[in-house]
């Protein structure tokens, strides 16, 4: 059972993105969020390098070492990304959290909750980043409609109109290459995205792995190791996003950190021998309800 606290309150006894609810066009005519998306997305770029709150994302790293100004800007971030509210401001980053899903819930999500149509749009955190376009985002409903207008979002070369089935496989494809699978409200109460994010590239996981900013929950899993079928060969250390893997090459034994994990399952992947395996987060005493 999961006890993440959005799945509590919005997982109808559930995960919360296996909600179909979420997903629906109802809770868009509720909020307006066509128009709401579609400006946002058309200033994309520009939102995510503008203020929020009175402070500027430009040397972030430094501004939340300096001890009051620090904590400052970190709790205004998680009240901003935690939002509530009735989305009112494009031009804000409110409601938008994600978490953090293995291939199977990703592939539950296409099948069971993603509503039609479904597109695979340009990754803009890796040409924000990188400079680089890479399609890897999926997007669902009325998310679909609006990118489908937008033609810096259009992959070049791959086809990005997408069936249920076609994304599931796409999908498929990323997790296998290591990227991990993450499930995002956009604004809150909608989702609308299923990502497959790079580390430090994405911009939802980047303020939580170096700064500590509860930007992204962990999945409700975490991975295992199976003793008797491991080898020691070293493949699933280089495959984890969040060097939660070490080897002990001396005594050819290797470890999980399972606060470190946050259940991608993507090294599960790289493993010859089928030795890793996903376990209910609620299950392990250590990281039960560490999200
Ligand atoms: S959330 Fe992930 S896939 Fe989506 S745009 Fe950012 S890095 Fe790309
Ligand atoms: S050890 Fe955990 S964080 Fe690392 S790849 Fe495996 S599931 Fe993901
Ligand atoms: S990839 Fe598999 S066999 Fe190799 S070290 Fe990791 S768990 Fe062990």
Not at 94 to 113: K, R, S, Y
Not at 247 to 265: A, F, H, P, Q
């Amino acid at each position: 059972m999961p006890m993440c606290d959005f799945c509590l309150k919005h997982g109808a006894g559930g995960k919360w993105y296996l909600n179909a609810k979420h997903y629906s066009n109802k809770i868009v005519e509720k909020y307006n969020l066509r128009d709401f998306l579609l400006e946002q997305y058309k200033n994309f770029e520009q939102i995510s390098i503008r203020k929020q709150m009175g402070f500027n994302a430009v040397g972030l790293g430094y501004k939340l070492r300096i001890p009051v100004i620090g904590r400052i800007i970190k709790n205004n971030a998680e009240k901003l990304l935690h939002s509530k509210k009735a989305p009112s401001n494009p031009f804000k980053a409110g409601g938008h959290i994600g978490q953090v899903v293995p291939l199977e819930d990703g592939i539950a999500i296409l099948e069971n909750c993603a509503t039609e149509p479904i597109i695979e749009k340009n990754c803009m955190c890796r040409y924000m980043t990188r400079g680089i376009k890479e399609s890897c985002c999926i997007n669902f409903g009325v998310m679909s409609e609006i990118i489908d207008k937008l033609p810096r979002f259009i992959p070049d070369k791959d086809k990005f109109h997408l069936t249920r089935k076609e994304a599931v496989q796409r999908f498929t494809q990323h997790n296998r290459k290591g990227y991990i699978g993450t499930i995002w409200f956009g604004p809150y109460p909608y989702i609308n995205n299923l990502c497959s994010c790079e580390s430090p590239e994405c911009a939802g996981i980047r303020p939580r792995v170096d700064f500590n900013i509860l930007s992204i929950y962990k999945a409700e899993y975490v991975a295992q190791i199976s003793e008797e079928k491991c080898i020691a060969c070293g493949e699933c250390v280089e495959q984890c996003p969040f060097g939660a893997i070490k080897i002990d090459k001396e005594n050819r034994t290797v470890k999980i950190n399972l606060l470190d994990c946050y259940g991608c399952g993507v090294c599960r992947h790289a493993c010859p021998n089928d030795a890793i395996y996903l376990t209910p987060r609620d299950l392990i005493p250590e990281v039960a309800g560490k999200y």
